[in-house]
């Protein structure tokens, strides 16, 4: 569906109309600066995209042993530390090895546990003020015959400082990138300052899936050059492409044979998409979307569906002022089927299909940035819940999440947003702890005696034991809204059943 030129109007009109929120004496502006394009970048901005040198976040030493909120253990290895702002990651089929992207543009192995300390060679020229640099990394589905790996980066226009998206296929031979040529150049020429997206997924159908941010270099301010265009189907600013391996347009492409459309686009309407997968037993594509000042959403990925940025958004601008006067529902774009409040910033995700943490078979895992934690989501239908959450006690931001060929979890960390000489980032793996680790942990893990104990064992014992039980105590409106929960993934209990876990909680592990 493409959007009419009153609804771009009414985007520009809404942006401008939001300018003096909160402020009546502020006076309106119609023209949008573009840093770094239309005005020179200012002190200020580039001391903001280059701060000083700092390590921050908790370093990972020795394995530690943690446990989620809901009280599932965990132990955390570290694998690789001195990573710089680590964006993307790929396990190569040896099985031995991983790729790992940096953001200030350097490609590094981590082999047998051990990171090289040399970066690969091969990459083309970037751009990496602010969050741009290298991004993501994707392997081509037959690497295995052509050695073929695709990298999203972020690529100069040197005639009046824009930059964009870009895609480059090489082959990776003899320890080094070779044959590097850019397969596409997406049409989303804006700020330096902007956000890029560059999450890269090859999809069940062994087409590339290719995010791209909405490209804002002024999200301090109201108005915006680049916000905007992500209702507009003439670029690929706020949007999903879908390419052949060459970056070619699919002929089945939602938009292919619109005259007025790009071809490359698969849905429209995103402000930065950091996280795409398919859930394995629907088939659907999902996607994680970090918002304003809230906003934080996930949605259910369509062909040539609108999911409304800006002119639908539950977050603010950083400014303090509503992005949208319409914050909940527009004719013709999808709702997000879970956003969070607090916010969340969502970053990579994946369902998790592992035998090694039988508590998250089948759950959606959620990298968060400025949260600094992971979370394990609960899908069902259109029915979305955040359950579990893990790894808060790090202090560090998630900026990739994967699961490992050994059935392990993988994180890539960093200590702050910025800063292209920081290396505090780590590549760490969750692991479940050994049984001897297990009952060290462990304390006093029985139940009190009382009414309701026998059915609260058998019904927490077939899943996950009562160590999620004894985590901590609660409320009793708590423990209620965790026993709903419950039910709703798909624990049975009768009425009777429910009355006297709920009761024994209530008086025996509760909070108040």
């Known amino acids: 569906m493409r959007p009419t030129i009153n609804a771009l109007v009414a985007v520009a009109l809404t942006t401008m109309s939001l300018v003096t929120f909160g402020n009546p004496d502020a006076s309106i502006s119609t023209v949008a600066v573009t840093p770094g394009v239309t005005a020179p970048l200012s002190e200020a901005q580039i001391a903001r995209a280059y701060p000083g040198d700092a390590l921050n976040g908790a370093a990972v030493d020795e394995p530690v042993l943690l446990k989620s909120k809901g009280g599932m253990s965990i132990r955390v290895v570290k694998i690789a530390e001195g990573l710089s702002h680590p964006d993307g990651l790929v396990f190569l089929p040896d099985g031995r090895s991983m790729l790992i992207t940096e953001r200030p543009g350097r490609l590094r192995l981590v082999r047998d546990g051990v990171l090289d300390p040399t970066p690969i060679a091969g990459l083309p020229k970037l751009n990496n003020v602010g969050l741009g640099g290298l991004h993501d990394i994707a392997l081509h589905p037959d690497f295995d015959k052509n050695r073929l790996l695709y990298i999203s980066y972020s690529k100069d226009r040197e005639r009046d400082g824009a930059t964009t ?7 990776f031979a003899e320890g080094r990138l070779q044959e590097s040529a850019d397969i596409l150049i997406t049409d989303a020429w804006e700020s330096p300052l902007g956000t890029y997206g560059g999450r890269m997924v090859f999809g069940p159908d062994d087409m590339l899936y290719i995010s791209v941010g909405d490209r804002d270099g002024t999200t301090s301010s109201d108005l915006s050059s680049a916000r905007p265009e992500a209702q507009n189907l003439q670029n690929h600013i706020g949007t999903i492409l879908r390419v052949r391996d060459d970056g070619t347009v699919p002929p089945d492409n939602p938009f292919v044979n619109e005259p007025n459309a790009e071809g490359e686009i698969y849905s429209y309407g995103h402000r930065n998409v950091y996280g795409i997968d398919w859930d394995p037993s629907t088939g659907e594509m999902w996607a994680s979307e970090f918002g304003p000042a809230g906003g ?11 999911y409304g940025w800006p002119l639908v958004s539950l977050g603010r601008h950083y400014s303090g002022s509503l992005v949208s006067d319409q914050p909940w529902y527009r004719e013709g774009m999808d709702n997000p089927l879970f956003f969070w409040n607090p916010p969340f910033n969502p970053e990579n995700m994946f369902f998790y299909t592992g035998d090694k943490f039988p508590r998250l078979q089948g759950s959606l895992m959620v990298a968060g940035a400025g949260s600094k934690k992971v979370a394990q989501m609960s899908i069902r239908g259109d029915f979305i819940k955040q359950g579990d959450t893990m790894l808060n006690e790090l202090g560090v931001r998630f900026r990739d999440i994967r699961q490992g060929p050994d059935g392990y979890i993988y994180v890539l960390t960093e200590g702050r947003l910025r800063g292209p000489r920081d290396t505090d980032g780590m590549l760490l793996r969750l692991e479940p702890p050994s049984a001897e680790a297990a009952i060290a942990s462990a304390v006093d893990p029985a139940l009190p005696d009382g009414s309701g104990k026998q059915q609260l064992e058998r019904a927490c ?11 901590a105590p609660r409320s009793p409106n708590e423990w209620q809204a965790i026993m709903s929960s419950m ?4 624990m049975t209990l009768s009425d009777k059943e429910y009355e006297e876990i709920l009761s024994y909680l209530s008086e ?3 909070s108040r």
């Open 165 to 171: 998206l870009a895609i480059l296929r090489a082959r």
């Open 487 to 490: 039910i709703g993934k798909g």
């Open 461 to 471: 014992g077939s899943c996950h034991g009562i160590d999620m039980v004894l985590a």
């Open 296 to 306: 934080d959403e996930i949605n259910r990925i369509i062909p040539g569906h609108n």
């Open 508 to 510: 025996h592990l509760s």
